[in-house]
């Protein structure tokens, strides 16, 4: 992991990945700031050199990137970007219509 920024709309991390031999630029991202901290995010989840994997689903174009769903940590740690969403009430005046809905 060479980068972790925590910003809306999206906390984007950069990875240096080896892959064939070479070394492989990518960007992945999730969700905005306040669905990362509802998973337990902040911003000093990730440092730069920490070994992470990240499992999500790369751009239909083929680029080197990806939308993650998780990471897992060198430590067996599993962290997830969409896991735990706040369900927020129908009636909730602060709702944006963008939270899941049981």
């Given at each position: 992991?060479?980068?972790?920024?925590?910003?809306?709309?999206?906390?984007?991390?950069?990875?240096?990945?080896?892959?064939?031999?070479?070394?492989?630029?990518?960007?992945?991202?999730?969700?905005?700031?306040?669905?990362?901290?509802?998973?337990?995010?902040?911003?000093?989840?990730?440092?730069?050199?920490?070994?992470?994997?990240?499992?999500?689903?790369?751009?239909?174009?083929?680029?080197?990137?990806?939308?993650?769903?998780?990471?897992?940590?060198?430590?067996?740690?599993?962290?997830?970007?969409y896991?735990?969403?706040r369900?927020?009430?129908?009636?909730?005046?602060?709702?944006?219509?963008?939270?899941?809905?049981?």
């Open positions: 992991m060479t980068a972790f920024t925590w910003a809306d709309p999206h906390v984007m991390i950069a990875l240096d990945v080896q892959a064939n031999g070479t070394i492989e630029k990518w960007k992945v991202g999730g969700s905005n700031k306040k669905n990362s901290a509802v998973n337990g995010w902040d911003k000093n989840t990730l440092k730069p050199g920490d070994v992470i994997t990240g499992i999500g689903f790369r751009f239909n174009d083929g680029s080197n990137a990806a939308q993650l769903q998780k990471i897992v940590m060198a430590n067996g740690k599993e962290m997830s970007l896991g735990q969403l369900v927020l009430p129908a009636a909730d005046p602060t709702s944006t219509g963008r939270e899941r809905r049981p």
